[in-house]
């Protein structure tokens, strides 16, 4: 399968994948949780590249997570530090500070890893071949530091995804590298 063709199959898979992340992180946190999508593409790295520059102002909350199977991947969640806090404050119930502690980058970290096991487990259903995720890793950094800890793919799947915890709305972006070498 080409990577062109692989990448359209994910992009199918990616609204069921925010679905079942949505479920699983409601069952994690008891909270009324839900994940939609606001876009979904096949780009290349590039304009991913600037897009995130454009988008995120600095710094920026990252959590990443490398996926080996049929082929290696890596799966970024990209969050602006005012959209992690939210969310990190909407998980434990209180407000949190900037930057993130040890007990926030550990919660926006498990976010990372049910939204990445649940793209994981979709995508192995499609493929019917499986992938093992790595502990996310949670940085703050700059866009283009984060760009740097990528190798670049030559296209990639951008989602857009909205999450909706009790009263917050947190905007973030999804981004699937598939490493087909």
């Given at each position: 399968m ?5 990448l359209k ?16 992180l ?20 590039s ?25 290696q ?25 900037l ?40 940085l ?11 190798s ?7 989602t857009e ?9 947190v905007s ?10």
């Open positions: 080409e990577p062109q063709e692989i199959v994910w992009q199918k898979a990616s609204i069921p994948a925010l679905t079942t992340a949505g479920r699983a409601k069952q994690f946190s008891g909270l009324d949780f839900g994940v939609t999508e606001t876009e979904v593409t096949v780009v290349p790295w304009t991913m590249a600037d897009r995130l520059k454009r988008t995120f102002p600095n710094p920026l909350y990252a959590v990443h997570l490398e996926a080996v199977g049929l082929f991947a890596h799966i970024l969640m990209s969050f602006s530090d005012a959209n992690a806090g939210r969310l990190v404050s909407a998980l434990m119930g209180e407000p949190v500070d930057p993130l502690d040890t007990m926030g980058l550990s919660a926006l970290g498990e976010v990372g890893n049910v939204v990445g096991t649940a793209f994981l487990n979709v995508f192995s259903d499609m493929f019917q071949s499986v992938w093992e995720p790595t502990t996310p890793r949670v703050l950094t700059t866009a283009e530091e984060l760009i740097r800890e990528v670049p793919g030559t296209r990639v799947l951008l995804a909205l999450f909706q915890v009790t009263d917050e709305e973030a972006e999804i981004v699937v590298v598939p490493s087909l070498t």
